[in-house]
């Protein structure tokens, strides 16, 4: 009785545990705030508005970050367009409509594989159908509908989570009131999934904002001294500027990729904070 | 061994009274699990018909049969009839949403929209494009299932902020709103407290004046206070089926006997 007890020994095994797991979340941190202030360091100086609204330059105190930022803009605005309804829809057919059976699973499971496709293949893809087949050329819409494809099923994976995560009691609460599928989903379903589909959409669409290789396969441009003015516009990306200015030799030209980098994060904290602000205003009403 | 032959019709009395429902050689399986056995009953119209016997029976299968509530499993199957006033509840030409207005259904736990205590009750009417004074809807639905007076002051505030037994009302009054003809409650009390429960069973003597009440239940006490016949099932077969003063004194089977009597189930 008295030996299988041996408090002391778990207590202390208990401890150990949670100091290992302060020690990864520390070092996790710690990593990110290396990074972070050596961007900082090297970038912040370069950052002004001048850096905003110039175009590139092969003169690193003229080179600009402007087609690239309006690129990034106009690329996510529009992957958002085509991805959003199509993921979210597809999510409710699979997860309200569609009859659990050996076809739908087999839907399910393949587009848990298409996440883990790596995403330059998606970029094979894309050159081959919008660029070249669909004759759309190495514009921001060829480029939107790659993006769209290649975020496609993260938002389809999140978006069927949040809605399965309504209870069942809610929906048969609303059809017992005699109620159509579409009425139970749009008054009921969609909106108590909607924030769990918005995670999900941020997620997704801050990937579509760092990506690169994709962009490079369907031939955005590197160097680019215009704002694009509409869809079938030529454009480049903030990925793509970064990474074009790291290869330069001249130091100075890693600075500006720095600086670029901040801007890069301050675009996705601005969606990150636009996605908690509505979920706040979701959740008091 | 079990009575396979129990008459379909309840009591003895020289004139039953007339049918509202009608469930005739009733199987439902869920895949290869046969929930429900043959069971062929008719529920008589403005009673309080109960359906018990011990969990897993198919008691609760059975009753949301009865508005095609059992659509929404994709392994479901069901063979027999099924009819109210007559007209086949399950017919190809039959629309299940037209069937859940005429049969409304109260469940097992609360579940409330998470809206406001008004639009719970407004939203049923509202959908299936009901006119007139919504208002005077929502008070008087909820004046009958005795909850006007609590929420009188605060029909906009969120049906969350209510307690259980409240809530519960709220979901009959919601049933109600939809002025259906008969009313499906499934075990409505299990979740409640002994006061919240009284009330209930209280508002359900004021409700069968004007309406069909089928309840399924697990409590035999609950079973023999307020219903008017009882159906006893057990293992999906319906063992016995008659007026509930006969069910509960004088058994006329045995399992029947020992399940009220307390010594299973």
Known sequence: ???????????????????????????????????????????????????????????????????????????????????????????????????????????????????????????????????????????????ALT??????????????????????????????????????????????AFPGILTGVILALSRALGETAPLIMIGALTYIAFVPAGPMDEFTALPIQIFNWTTRPQSEFHELSSAGIIVLLVVLLLMNATAVYIRYRGSRT | MMNSTVSGSPGNSAEPDPAILEARNVCISYGENLAVNNVSLLIPEKKITAIIGPSGCGKSTLLRSFNRMNDFIDTVSQTGSMTFRGEDIYAANTDPVEVRLKIGMVFQKPNPFPKSIYRNVAWGPMI??????????????????????????????????????????????????????????????????????????????????????????????????????????????????????????????????????????
């Open chain 1, 1 to 143: 009785m008295q030996a299988g007890l041996n408090l002391a020994r778990r207590h202390a095994r208990a401890r150990l545990f949670k100091s290992f797991c302060i020690a990864m979340t520390m070092f996790s941190v710690l990593i990110l705030g290396v990074l972070v202030a050596q961007v900082s360091m090297l970038g912040l100086p370069w950052l002004d508005w001048d850096f905003l609204s110039s175009f590139p330059s092969r003169f690193p105190e003229k080179a600009g970050i402007k087609s690239a930022l309006f690129g990034t803009l106009w690329l996510v605005s529009l992957t958002a367009l085509f991805a959003i309804p199509t993921g979210v829809l597809a999510a409710v057919y699979l997860q309200e409509y569609a009859k659990q059976n050996r076809i739908t699973r087999f839907i399910n499971i393949n587009i848990a594989n298409l996440a883990g496709v790596p995403s330059i293949v998606y970029g094979i893809l894309g050159l081959a159908m919008f660029v070249r087949f669909m004759d759309l050329g190495r514009s921001v819409v060829a480029g």
């Open chain 2, 128 to 265: 299936n494009g009901m006119r007139g004074d919504m208002d005077e809807l929502v008070e008087a639905a909820l004046k009958r299932a005795a909850l006007w007076d609590e929420v009188k002051d605060r029909v906009d505030e969120s049906a969350l902020t209510l307690s259980g037994g409240q809530q519960q009302r709220l979901c009959i009054a919601r049933a109600l709103a939809m002025k259906p003809e008969i009313i499906l409650m499934d075990e409505p009390c299990s979740a409640l407290d002994p006061v919240s429960t009284a009330r209930i069973e209280d508002l359900l003597f004021e409700l069968k004046q004007n309406y069909t009440i089928v309840i399924v239940t697990h409590n035999m006490h609950q079973a023999a206070r307020v219903s008017d016949y009882t159906a006893f099932l057990e293992n999906g077969v319906l063992v016995e089926y008659g007026e509930t003063d006969q069910v509960f004194t004088r058994p006329a089977n045995n399992r029947t006997e020992e399940y009220v009597t307390g010594r299973f189930g």
């Open chain 1, 147 to 192: 993006m769209a494809l290649l975020i496609l099923p993260v938002i389809v994976i999140a978006a069927k989570e949040a809605i399965r995560a309504v209870p069942a009691s809610l929906r048969q609460a609303a059809f017992a009131v005699g109620a159509t599928r579409w009425q139970v989903t749009r008054a009921h379903v969609l909106p108590q």
